[in-house]
């Protein structure tokens, strides 16, 4: 299976929102609603943001939020601070016990 | 609070093999099934697979079948990944990751563990 498709890149001014796309077929995204997103600082582990395509976990702020529709999930970043940069990672189950991960998006905080 | 705590940095020749623990704390550890992820360098994360630490159950990505190995002992509460047969490519920081209470979803990860391969 594919990597799922995110934008390299994105950027916002504090304060500003942003929204990270992660695109994938009926076979994962469309088909299931596991989708999570991780946020990863330079040199760090990954974090744990989202999961169930728009649940947050107990500890992440509010202004981090999913969605999804169809074959594409979006992770939305609203009032962006200086800590929001960070590479950001989508994953979907893919059937037949996989996970499948996107690209990664490097987020600029302008 | 849950840890995982890995081993740290190795550096092999092609063709010789690697095993890399996880050290859980925190939590029962045959209650979550563990995820193995792979980073090269400048580049995305991938899953290699998972395992099962209460049936001992491997699941293996596409492309991660034979060289890679996932294994656990739960008297040291700790998760293994094995590595033979080295190939420059395998060359990347691996992460284990506790799957969450819900499906799909890794909530706890190591600090990651730098394989390099070289001659």
């Known amino acids: 299976q594919s990597a799922l498709t995110q934008p390299p890149s994105a950027s916002g001014s504090p304060g500003q929102s942003v929204t990270i796309s992660c695109t994938g077929t009926?076979?994962?995204?469309?088909?299931?609603?596991?989708v999570s997103w991780y946020q990863q600082h330079p040199g760090k582990a990954p974090k744990f943001i989202i999961y169930e395509v728009s649940k947050r976990p107990s500890g992440v702020p509010d202004r981090f939020s999913g969605s999804k529709s169809g074959n594409t999930a979006s992770l939305t970043v609203s009032g962006l601070q200086a800590e929001d940069e960070a590479d950001y990672y989508c994953s979907s189950y893919g059937g037949s016990n996989n996970v499948i991960f996107g690209g990664g998006t490097k987020l600029t905080v302008l | 609070q849950v840890q995982l705590v890995q081993s740290g940095s190795e550096l092999k020749k092609p063709g010789a093999s690697v095993k890399i623990s996880c050290k859980a704390s925190g939590y029962t550890f045959t209650k979550h099934t563990m995820n193995w992820v792979r980073q090269a360098p400048g580049q995305g994360l991938e899953w290699l697979g998972w395992i099962n630490t209460y049936t001992g159950n491997p699941t293996y990505a596409q492309g991660f079948t034979g060289r890679f190995v996932f294994s656990f002992d739960t008297s040291v509460n700790t998760a293994y990944l094995q590595i033979s047969t080295l190939k420059a490519e395998d060359t990347a920081v691996y992460f284990c990751?506790?799957?969450?209470?819900?499906?799909?979803?890794?909530?706890?990860w190591g600090q990651g563990t730098l394989v390099t391969v070289s001659s």
């Open positions: 009926s076979s994962d995204v469309g088909g299931y609603n596991y």
């Open positions: 990751a506790r799957e969450s209470t819900v499906w799909y979803a890794a909530d706890y």
